[in-house]
């Protein structure tokens, strides 16, 4: 009886040291550790500088008043394509950003029409500073580009210099030129891309309208001009940088 006790002992004795030894080899596998804090969204103040290119610039047809008769311009012509923009903004988010911009172009008009007395030819040039209040939001990075949609809204004072008139219609050799502050709406839709540590490259395309007003004015010969907008269809890029 006593060896059966013995060697049941031995027996249990060298299972434990056996089933301890394998233990000891046995990897042990460590649980991922799970990381619950809030992300930290990236924010804060930022200046920006734009480049612009009117493609296209389109203007509703510009209306002659003249001995009580209105009538539209037969043709119209705009070029001068470039404009310019400096702002300041802030990134609230991920997802929301805004900022204020201040932009600048000049451009030259050229048109026609059958003024009261006969043909009539116009040339003039103007130039449109505008300050606008925008709004974005940034839809995600993808391949490291970041799409965004934006509309701004805001005021232009458009100075129209002293038209040239030239044919039997015009009342005189020079119109002159009107100025005044309007409305403008923009629409826009691009991309951005890191170019180091949140400075970022910024190109897309930007819809801007500027409401009609007077342009020329004869009062000799009772002539008023009144342009009925101006539409532009630009592709911009450009740089914003961080301040802080």
């Avoid at 000049?106 to 003024?115: L, Y």
């Amino acid at each position: 009886m006593a060896r059966r006790i013995a060697s049941s002992g031995i027996i249990a004795i060298a299972a434990l040291v056996a089933t301890s030894a394998l233990a000891s080899d046995l990897e042990v596998i460590e649980a991922p550790e799970i990381d619950v804090s809030k992300s930290v969204a990236a924010g804060g103040w930022y200046i920006r500088g734009d480049l612009g290119y009117s493609g296209w610039i389109k203007g509703g047809r510009p209306r002659i008043t003249q001995a009580g008769a209105t009538q539209e311009f037969d043709e119209r012509r705009f070029s001068r394509p470039l404009s310019y923009g400096l702002g300041l903004g802030y990134q609230f988010n991920d997802l929301a950003r805004a900022d204020v911009t201040v932009d600048y172009s000049k451009d030259d008009f050229r048109g026609s029409a059958a003024c009261a007395g006969g043909p009539c030819a116009f040339k003039a040039d103007y130039s449109a500073a505008g300050v606008m209040a925008n709004g974005y939001v940034d839809l995600g990075t993808l391949a490291g580009f970041t799409p965004y949609v934006g509309v701004g809204l805001g005021a232009t004072y458009l100075d129209w210099r002293d038209a040239a008139c030239g044919g039997a219609g015009c009342p005189g050799a020079w119109l002159a030129g009107q100025d005044g502050l309007r409305f403008t709406y923009a629409l826009m839709a691009g991309a951005s891309m890191d170019l180091a540590s949140n400075v970022k490259l910024d190109f897309g395309y930007r819809f801007s309208d500027i409401a009609g007003g007077d342009a020329f004015r004869s009062g000799a010969g009772g002539m008023d001009v009144r342009d009925r907008g101006i539409q532009k269809h630009e592709f911009r890029v450009g740089l914003r940088v961080p301040l802080w």
